[in-house]
């Protein structure tokens, strides 16, 4: 269906008529202060001079200007009502990017990567599945930062989360800070629609936050936390004197990651490999979202470029002729 964005601008339709019945007609000719004894020789070019213009000309005009106003008012196509998928779910990343993310005990297509590298290529399948959530990202190392507030665009979440890097925001963990972050974005939105899922490969080592001081913070927002401590439990490690098992994540406060977990209603996972990490996102899909009422758009078409285009060569038919017809009297 058409609809106009400015329909209040047709009320201008009859403004000519308008100004035509305000202002004093014009006098077609004053009386001659001459006597001319040959005026038979000028009785043709008389005629022509005083001819009323053709009533085609006037048309044009008036379809032009109906045009012109059409245009103004900003006529538009709008589609058929498509419904918005909408979970109504807040969801908030929180990604470690301290020093011993850079650990390379995690494997991808049979070679060893950094822990980091491992989160990018699980944790981007998982943001691209949620359809429907408001998704935001927040890294943390000595400081905490928001990188991306929520949104709907995952693709912009996916590709800042793909650019960040290894000591960005500091070498030391401060997971209390990032808590509060998260409950400070998160605080205004619907108290049963917030989800924080943290993940890290230490203990909290920075910040002006306890852990369990935020999680009891974001327990009183009704925040829920789940945190996934990240990194193998076993390592290979070569040296001069031949290879050792080593703990990487020995480190790993998995105690004060189920508690902020239990304060707030979440859940405590361990991801040791790129299998387990998956899994546990697929497990974190199967949240219920928060039913809100369905939203729907219309798309639209702007419509504006064709009476413009139509009126404005009417205007310069209009115009053309009215120099022929001075043309010919000359």
Same mark, same amino acid.
């Given at each position: 269906?058409?609809?106009?964005?400015?329909?209040?601008?047709?009320?201008?339709?009859?403004?000519?008529?308008?100004?035509?019945?305000?202002?004093?007609?014009?006098?077609?000719?004053?009386?001659? @202060?001459?006597?001319?004894?040959?005026?038979?020789?000028?009785?043709?070019?008389?005629?022509? @001079?005083?001819?009323?213009? %053709?009533?085609?000309?006037?048309?044009?005009?008036?379809? !032009?200007?109906?045009?012109?106003?059409?245009?103004?008012?900003?006529?538009?196509? &709008?589609?058929?009502?498509?419904?918005?998928?909408?979970?109504?779910?807040?969801?908030?990343?929180?990604?470690? +990017?301290?020093?011993?993310?850079?650990?390379?005990?995690?494997?991808?297509?049979?070679?060893?990567? /950094?822990?980091?590298?491992?989160?990018? =290529?699980?944790?981007?399948? =998982?943001?691209?599945?949620?359809?429907?959530?408001?998704?935001?990202?927040? +890294?943390?190392?000595?400081?905490?930062?928001?990188?991306?507030?929520? *949104?709907?665009?995952? %693709?912009?979440?996916?590709?800042?989360?793909?650019?960040? @890097?290894?000591?960005? !925001?500091? /070498?030391?963990?401060?997971?209390?800070?990032?808590?509060?972050?998260?409950?400070?974005?998160?605080?205004?939105?619907?108290?049963?629609?917030?989800?924080?899922?943290?993940?890290?490969?230490? !203990?909290?080592?920075?910040?002006?936050?306890?852990?369990? %001081?935020?999680?009891?913070?974001?327990?009183?927002?009704?925040?829920?936390?789940?945190?996934?401590?990240?990194?193998?439990?076993?390592?290979?490690?070569?040296?001069? =004197?031949?290879?050792?098992?080593?703990?990487?994540?020995?480190?790993?406060?998995?105690? *004060?990651?189920?508690?902020?977990? /239990?304060?707030?209603?979440?859940?405590? =996972?361990?991801?040791?490999?790129?299998?387990?990490?998956?899994?546990?996102?697929? &497990? &974190?899909?199967?949240?219920?979202?928060?039913?809100?009422?369905?939203?729907?758009?219309?798309?639209?078409?702007?419509?504006?470029?064709?009476? +413009?285009?139509?009126?404005?060569?009417?205007?310069?038919?209009?115009?053309?002729?009215?120099?022929?017809?001075?043309?010919?009297?000359?």
């Amino acid at each position: 269906m058409i609809h106009f964005e400015w329909p209040w601008l047709l009320t201008v339709l009859p403004l000519p008529l308008l100004i035509r019945w305000l202002l004093p007609a014009s006098q077609l000719a004053e009386q001659a @202060a001459l006597k001319v004894p040959f005026l038979d020789d000028f009785a043709g070019f008389e005629s022509r @001079a005083l001819s009323p213009q %053709k009533p085609w000309r006037l048309w044009l005009a008036i379809a !032009a200007w109906v045009l012109l106003v059409t245009a103004v008012s900003r006529p538009q196509w &709008l589609g058929e009502p498509i419904e918005q998928t909408v979970s109504g779910r807040d969801l908030m990343l929180a990604v470690d +990017l301290s020093g011993s993310m850079e650990e390379q005990d995690f494997v991808i297509n049979k070679q060893r990567v /950094d822990r980091l590298t491992a989160t990018k =290529f699980v944790a981007a399948d =998982f943001i691209n599945r949620r359809v429907g959530d408001r998704v935001g990202l927040i +890294l943390f190392g000595t400081q905490a930062y928001l990188q991306t507030p929520l *949104t709907f665009d995952r %693709k912009t979440v996916i590709t800042l989360l793909n650019e960040s @890097a290894i000591g960005l !925001a500091g /070498d030391n963990t401060a997971i209390g800070d990032a808590i509060g972050l998260a409950v400070k974005r998160l605080k205004n939105q619907q108290a049963n629609s917030r989800v924080l899922i943290l993940l890290t490969d230490g !203990a909290n080592t920075a910040g002006e936050v306890s852990p369990i %001081k935020a999680a009891e913070l974001a327990a009183e927002n009704q925040l829920k936390i789940y945190t996934i401590g990240i990194g193998a439990d076993e390592m290979q490690v070569r040296s001069f =004197f031949g290879s050792r098992t080593v703990n990487p994540s020995r480190d790993l406060d998995e105690k *004060t990651l189920t508690a902020i977990a /239990d304060t707030t209603g979440g859940r405590y =996972f361990r991801a040791r490999n790129t299998e387990e990490l998956d899994k546990i996102y697929q &497990l &974190l899909d199967e949240l219920e979202p928060v039913e809100k009422d369905k939203q729907y758009y219309r798309p639209r078409s702007e419509l504006y470029p064709w009476p +413009l285009g139509l009126a404005l060569a009417l205007a310069v038919a209009v115009c053309l002729s009215r120099f022929a017809f001075r043309g010919k009297l000359l």
